[in-house]
Nanobody, 123 residues
């Protein structure tokens, strides 16, 4: 089993930045590919970033490319999502997720999920 705990959400003005953290426990962190997803009210959960087990590969959809970065510290069992240039449409609950294979953009491919952290961007 893997436990994931997100932190770092909050309220920020448009154009601002936030850094989300996700701390993992229960399994060797370096064996897990990690993803960040978000879900706004009335919308499906969507992929916003992924990072391979070693951190050597990262993935982003066009909607956040160039604004969001993902990184991981395997010594600290933590993955980060740095969000810059935030827009009101980035408002959502953000979740981190883990799986034992490679990064996937599909939520159903992930075995483990955190509880989520709210991000709100005001205009």
């Amino acid at each position: 089993q893997v436990q994931l705990v997100e932190s770092g959400g909050g309220l920020v003005q448009a154009g601002g930045s936030l850094r989300l953290s996700c701390a993992a426990s229960g399994r060797t962190f370096s064996s897990l590919a990690m993803g960040w997803f978000r879900q706004a009210p009335g919308k499906e959960r969507e992929f916003v970033a992924g990072i391979s087990r070693t951190g050597g590969s990262t993935y982003f959809p066009d909607s956040v490319e160039g604004r969001f970065t993902i990184s991981r510290d395997n010594a600290k069992n933590t993955v980060y999502l740095q969000m810059n240039g935030l827009k009101p449409e980035d408002t959502a609950v953000y979740y981190c997720a883990a799986r034992g294979l490679g990064v996937s953009v599909w939520p159903n491919d992930y075995n483990y999920w955190g509880q989520g952290t709210q991000v709100a961007v005001s205009s």
